[in-house]
T-cell receptor
Framework: SQTIHQWPATLVQPVGSPLSLECTVE??????LYWYRQAAGRGLQLLFY??????ISSEVPQNLSASRPQDRQFILSSKKLLLSDSGFYLC???????????FGDGTRLSIL | TQLLEQSPQFLSIQEGENLTVYCNSS?????LQWYRQEPGEGPVLLVT???GGEVKKLKRLTFQFGDARKDSSLHITAAQPGDTGLYLC??????????WGAGTKLIIKP
């Protein structure tokens, strides 16, 4: 069966520090991969999605970036975090375009 | 820009009561999904509806897709504390991207 791992579960970072969140998927090949951000108790905002290695589409202009160095690895990064980057970050995978996403357990990011 | 509006934003009721959550749009969607999310976890898919007028049942939960595929509802019968969570709807657009509602936070009090 397919599983998705996302870490860390929680992270507290100072303003201006770098960020690296990692997500890996097991049990499937060539998945679509997604990074979402969720404000407290609210809906999801799609940040990035990828349909293949090295292929990244950005939905929202920001100081975040994403990379897909391997088929089942998706990384969310920032060179300098802002206070507004605080939130709940969710990684997800789907079997292809049109298939529903399966989510990881998320990373709670707090910027101080 | 396609938007999905969920109502109510927040609902707190007693165990055993019935409730309905709505997801509305002025746009047509190819499909509509309902998710439930618990604190500190990712959303989990409950159901996908794809046909106008479609009704699906999942135990005490009944999901309906509007005839015009612009709206959907989730009805819970005899709510239980285990139903507590954030309920999210998401519509599939013509490019197979998901448009997300802001969610309904549901609390069922024992």
């Amino acid at each position: 069966s397919q599983t998705i791992h996302q870490w860390p579960a929680t992270l507290v970072q100072p303003v201006g520090s770098p960020l690296s969140l990692e997500c890996t998927v097991e049990g499937t090949s060539n998945p679509n991969l997604y990074w979402y951000r969720q404000a407290a108790g609210r809906g999801l905002q799609l940040l990035f999605y990828s349909v293949g290695i090295g292929q990244i589409s950005s939905e929202v202009p920001q100081n975040l970036s994403a990379s897909r160095p391997q088929d089942r690895q998706f990384i969310l990064s920032s060179k300098k975090l802002l206070l507004s980057d605080s939130g709940f970050y969710l990684c997800a995978w789907s079997a292809g375009t049109g298939a529903h996403p399966h989510f990881g357990d998320g990373t709670r990011l707090s910027i101080l | 820009t396609q938007l999905l509006e969920q109502s109510p934003q927040f609902l707190s009721i007693q165990e055993g009561e019935n409730l309905t959550v709505y997801c509305n749009s002025s746009s047509v969607f190819s499909s509509l999904q309902w998710y439930r999310q618990e604190p500190g976890e990712g959303p989990v898919l409950l159901v996908t509806v794809v046909t106008g007028g479609e009704v699906k049942k999942l135990k005490r939960l009944t999901f309906q897709f509007g005839d015009a595929r612009k709206d959907s509802s989730l009805h819970i019968t005899a709510a239980q504390p285990g139903d507590t969570g954030l309920y999210l709807c998401a519509g599939g657009d013509s490019n197979y991207q998901l448009i997300w509602g802001a969610g309904t936070k549901l609390i069922i009090k024992p």
